[in-house]
């Protein structure tokens, strides 16, 4: 009879340091230091069979299906067959599974089944799928053949855990796709365990370091807000796409992204409005159009397809690549520093230290949505003047080495 499994997922993916641990009876999971420095991983399996005590290897997969071959090797012996002398099963397929029906379904079934749900639900433009390719690369691996019901801490961290200081933000995503993961078996009644072992409050908390203490922030670098009106100048003769789309992306304080993807018929400029269908946000928004702003769209136009209002020279059916900007603020000007979502902290930065305007008039003309109680209260229209009035500033000061006569 087989006892408790003692390895857990952790250790099991944890392979830095040797170690020897009991799964079961004769079975054990050995990490060992070679000559070389590196680590090797094995199953060691240890049986006595006609007076004779024998032992095989076993290279590591993955937890589950390492467990039902072991199980396959166990029973062989119990029923007096010799495993070294016979073909005995090495890897998953040559083991016969459970029927779909008599097993719980492991994550990565769960998994596939909400897939759709979550892309179909998204209100991203761009990499609504790039979870699908985390699953592949860092979470299936781990647990993807786990049974959704096993799925503990333990299990979380064998995925996280590695990641958590080399790759932070792609770690914190991976958390976000179990625990979407999880949610959705907890709705359908597959997953009976109370709070998601995803949890970062009394449970990761303990075996994660706070990422304050390792992670910094790397903000966009951005221009001092003193040098904007030269290079605004400056940029304003250059009638390219891309130094338009740049000029644009500053005078309006929006994402460069929303910005790439805006077509023109999200634009009334008799009205003066530039209606933003679904911003990342993941609602629509409104910006007013200043002169300025819409003597640039005026500039592009000539340039730019029946869609996208920045459209590439080479494909007007397609807007400027995602890096535009980037690419033109150094190749161009030479400023490999700043970066074109900078902009967005050369404005606020001004209209922080430079105006009496308050904080949420300022947020808003940035499209950080603050939640302000008060300013759902006021009728679309004075929301659309106050907006304009921050603009309309920002705006002025840009272009104040442009002569407009």
Partial sequence: MVGKS????????????????????????????????TM???????????????????????????????????????????ILEVVAPEKPVDVMDDPPEMRTATFKEISERCKQIRIDNSTAKRGKEAFVQR??????????????DDVDTDSVLAVIEPLWKTKNRTAEKCLS????????AQSKKLYPRGALPTTWKHNLEFE?????????????????????????????????????????????????????????SEYDLDKRIWNIPKTKNGKPWSVPLTDAMISVLERVRPLSGDTYVFAQDRNK????????????????????????????????????????????????????????????????????????????????YCWGKIDVR
């Fill in 40 to 82: 090797r991983a094995y199953w060691h399996f240890r049986y006595q069979i006609n007076g004779r005590r024998r032992e095989k290897t076993l290279v590591p997969t993955q937890l589950d299906a390492d467990r039902r071959i072991l199980k396959q090797w166990r029973q062989m012996v119990d029923d007096g067959i010799d």
């Fill in 177 to 184: 796709d179990i625990a979407y993961v999880l949610g959705y």
């Fill in 208 to 264: 994660l370091q706070a990422k304050e203490s390792f992670y910094e922030v790397n903000h966009f670098a951005a221009m001092k807000y003193e040098d904007v009106p030269d290079f605004v100048a400056r940029l304003n003769e250059n009638g390219t796409v891309s130094a338009l789309f740049v000029h644009f992306c500053i005078l309006t304080g929006i994402r460069n992204g929303t910005v790439r993807d805006s077509e023109w």
């Fill in 317 to 396: 059916n397609k807007p400027v690549s995602e890096n535009c900007g980037n690419v033109h603020l150094k190749k161009v000007w030479g400023i490999g520093d700043a970066k074109i979502h900078g902009f967005r902290s050369s404005a606020n930065e001004y209209l922080e230290e430079q105006t009496d305007f308050d904080t949420t008039r300022i947020q808003q003309f940035l499209e950080h949505r603050m939640g302000d109680p008060i300013e759902s209260a006021y009728n679309r229209r004075e929301r659309y003047n106050r907006r304009l009035k921050v603009a309309q500033v920002w705006n002025d």
């Fill in 135 to 148: 699953l592949r690369d860092y979470i299936y691996p781990q647990i993807g053949s786990t049974s959704i």
């Fill in 6 to 37: 003692m390895i857990t997922v952790k250790q099991y993916a944890n392979r830095k340091k040797p170690v020897r641990i009991q799964e079961a009876k004769g079975t054990y999971f050995v990490v060992e230091e070679q000559k070389s420095g």
